[in-house]
């Protein structure tokens, strides 16, 4: 069964910076592109973050230049560093994969999803 799970969300203060993990089992997804989205309070998923097999890496303008998104093919594993955190940032914090090698934005494109991770900022 392929599977996401995510890790790593908590309470911090604005300016703080957390790390969020995504683990996959059940299949390599290795060659597949990976993503990050969150979902505010009565919003609709957004995307965050995304990083191809190979590595390269597009952002929401929201976060470019304090979120930064990598992965490791051997370990099966994805990450999203948040450095100066804010309060609009707050969310849950979904990943997510899909199995076709082409860039998108729009959550209906993934078929992969985690079971989220809760993100709160306090001002």
């Known amino acids: 069964q392929v599977q996401l799970v995510e890790s790593g969300g908590g309470l911090v203060q604005a300016g703080d910076s957390l790390r969020l993990s995504c683990a996959a089992s059940?299949?390599?997804?290795?060659?597949?592109?990976m993503a990050w989205f969150r979902q505010a309070l009565g919003k609709e998923r957004a995307f965050v973050a995304h990083?191809?097999?190979?590595?390269?890496?597009a952002y929401a303008d929201s976060v470019k230049g304090r979120f930064t998104i990598s992965r490791d093919n051997a370990e099966n594993t994805m990450t999203l560093q948040m450095n100066s955190l804010k309060p609009e940032d707050t969310a849950v914090y979904y990943c997510?994969?899909?199995?076709?090698?082409?860039?998108?934005?729009?959550?209906?494109?993934?078929?992969?999803w985690g079971q989220g991770t809760q993100v709160t900022v306090s001002s």
């Open positions: 997510a994969s899909r199995y076709s090698n082409d860039f998108t934005t729009s959550p209906s494109d993934y078929a992969i």
């Open positions: 059940g299949r390599s997804f290795s060659r597949y592109p």
């Open positions: 990083i191809n097999w190979v590595g390269s890496t």
